[in-house]
């Protein structure tokens, strides 16, 4: 993912509301959400070049999400697919904070990323560039491609989209969020962070919805949990085609 809003304990209802952004080169074979062959409890779309996900929940509660962190001067070379860190967690039955503590001993394996990791009981955020566990408290949470709520102008816009939702009419909420994702206007010049690429593809990265003719925005996806039940909605974008696939489903004990 390239931008992760999500909610933690915010809501009456839900115990967590997540609306966020998959950005990535269209030419990237994926495969939209599903439940995998292999692991049938895992509920994720997939990366088809290295079989990883960026985001996804189980029907045992378990949920993760990815985002890089931006570094174009950062090497790559012969480095870890960053979204196993995702898939092994969801696949795994090892406990939120026990396993970003052995994700921390080998973070140097892996491109600059951020990970989100929870389950029924806790929610921890791990960056490999700050090095840091964190338990999450409730709260409103926005993360793109730097640390968590580094004030970006769309991890701002985010946030305040997730806060309006929350505050609207629970009959609305999924076609609020799913327009909140969709702001394509980039950020005026003298709010852009400098993060090492080019003022053009600064300016072309800050929306929310990124358009260009190689890269951009191909998933928007939103999960509502409680300690009962999971609903999943997913949006791919193939040009002006748009498919969506939705999945509820009740957590099993």
């Known amino acids: 993912m390239c931008l992760v809003n999500f909610a933690y304990k915010m809501d009456s209802k839900y115990d967590l509301v997540v609306a966020a952004n998959r950005d990535e080169f269209y030419e990237r074979p994926t495969s939209q959400a599903h439940f995998w ?5 895992v509920l994720a779309g997939r990366d088809l070049e290295k079989m990883g996900t960026w985001m996804g929940i189980t029907k045992q509660g378990r ?3 990815l985002t890089n962190y931006r570094d174009p001067n ?4 012969n480095k870890r697919s960053r979204g196993e860190l995702v898939s092994r967690f969801l696949i795994g039955e090892e406990l939120p904070q026990s396993y970003l503590k052995s994700i921390q001993q080998h973070r140097d394996q892996y491109p600059g990323f951020n990970l989100i990791v929870g389950d029924l009981h806790s929610l921890y955020y791990y960056s490999n560039m700050e090095n840091d566990i964190r338990l999450l408290e409730p709260g409103l949470y926005g993360l793109s491609n730097h640390l968590l709520d580094t004030p970006w102008p769309k991890v701002r816009k985010g946030k ?23 702001h394509a206007d980039p950020a005026p010049d003298e709010e852009l962070p400098s993060t090492g690429v080019s003022l053009e593809w600064e300016r072309k990265l800050s929306p929310l919805f990124i358009q260009t003719p190689e890269y951009g925005t191909r998933s ?31 957590i099993e004990g």
């Open 37 to 41: 062959e292999d692991a049938p409890y």
């Open 63 to 65: 949920f993760a999400a």
């Open 160 to 182: 305040e989209g997730l806060k309006r939702c929350l505050q609207g009419s629970p009959e609305n909420m999924k076609e609020c969020l799913f327009s909140s994702l969709q």
């Open 220 to 250: 928007s996806t939103l999960v509502f949990m409680t300690h009962e039940d999971v609903r999943f909605v997913e949006r791919a974008y193939e040009g002006s085609k748009r498919k969506e696939r939705e999945f509820t489903f009740v």
């Open 74 to 77: 950062e090497v790559r070379d």
